[in-house]
């Protein structure tokens, strides 16, 4: 096995201070972090991190956000870091979190910013990683303004969006993309009531990338977790509104990490009295879409084979289509769906002989040599997001044009046409 990879860093604040970890979002460096820099390195030493291919790190991809926590605990390893604070925006808190769940005695203390237990869909991210694939960052990069900041803002600060527009052009496509896959398969919304460490959830009031009701179900699910929700901010939080994100982080962890056993001799700094804007949940709050009775795994073959096959045919296919064939399932239909899932999804996609790209060109030629275009326009979709270009998918039926006839070619390629178009274009 490999040597864990480590990650791009720097540090601010005094050399024996209790450490303090920054973790950025998803498109930007550590700079995103540079207003919180003065108040904070007074109290703390702060590290903060470049994700992979960001800000010119290296360009190792790395596949999930168990992968991230992994570099970054390797780094921390490195510098002789046991236990520390951590603050994370949108990935960077789903790194975070991911620490507090897996590696809970090097936590003391958690902020959640901009975050959510899943983000979005794996669809939409899947989807971003097919147009980035196809068009390059430009396009994700000339969105941004609208996702990460408020209209006001945007308008009031051109040198702030230039700023980040560039951030996103200069990342490593190929990380880009991997981080996509990344958050398209986090999800922690069964797990969250094992974070014990006492985690404040910041949210801009109009966020509509992880929008305050995200940061409620994480609030709902984490035992010891309180909410602050910030106005006239958006996506970047500590980008637009950086004063109201310095003093909620300074008065979070200066009353809620207190760990005398630490290696530096850490010590709770007094806290100043807690603002409004910090309110728990009330008790017995509901939030749709959390689920707290959670089934414990089947553990028979046959059960594996349908839980790796449901797993991979999501992957591929995404969510949609899925729940798209689940919810036409009936009592006649019903053994069939369940009979695809587990052996052609889980018994075969699953073997480990060929990846998924070269499964992907059997499938597509063998659907355009038999002529069956429906199943072949989602495997175009299902394609592309298992890395095939579109100039690939073209040269695959070329190929079959050569061997199964022109006019099954022909067919096949409009389809392949009218998917591709509609998979690639860019988003903004």
Known sequence: ???????????????????????????????????????????WRVLRFDLPGHGGAPAHPAPSVAELAARLLATLDQLGVERFGYAGCSIGGAIGAELALRHPQRVGSLALVSASPRFGTADSFRQRGV???????????????ERWFTPGFAAAQPAIVEWAVQMVRTTDPGCYIAAC?????????????????????????DDQVTPAADARVLVAGIADARLALVPGA?????????????????????????????????????????????????????????????PEPLLDARADAYDQGIKVRREVLGDAH???????????????QDFITRYAWGEVWTRPGIDRRIRSVVTLTALAARGHLDELAFHTRAALRNGLTPTEIKEVLLHT???????????????????IREETSPEG
């Open 1 to 43: 096995m490999s040597e864990t990879k480590t990650l791009q860093y720097r540090t601010d604040g005094p050399e024996d201070g209790p450490v303090l970890v920054l973790g950025p979002s998803l498109g930007t460096t550590w700079h995103m972090w540079d207003r919180q820099i003065p108040e904070l390195s007074r109290h």
């Open 131 to 145: 147009v980035v694939r196809t068009n390059g960052l430009d396009p994700i990069a000339r969105a941004t303004p």
């Open 181 to 205: 896959e990344a958050l398209a398969a986090f999800d922690i919304r069964a797990e969250l009531s094992r974070i014990g460490v006492p985690t404040l959830v910041v949210a801009g009031a």
């Open 234 to 294: 958006s996506h970047l939080t500590p980008v637009e509104q950086p004063m109201a994100v310095t003093d909620l982080l300074v008065r979070h962890f200066s009353s809620s990490w207190q760990s005398p056993d630490h290696p530096t001799g850490m010590t709770a700094i007094p806290a100043p009295p807690p603002k409004p804007v910090l309110s728990p949940m009330p008790p017995g709050a509901e939030v749709v879409g959390f689920d707290h009775n959670v």
């Open 322 to 336: 899925v729940d798209r064939a689940e919810s036409l399932a009936d009592e006649f239909t019903g053994d069939f």
């Open 401 to 419: 044009g050569v061997y199964c006839g022109v006019p099954t070619a022909n067919s096949a390629f409009a389809v392949a046409q009218r998917i």
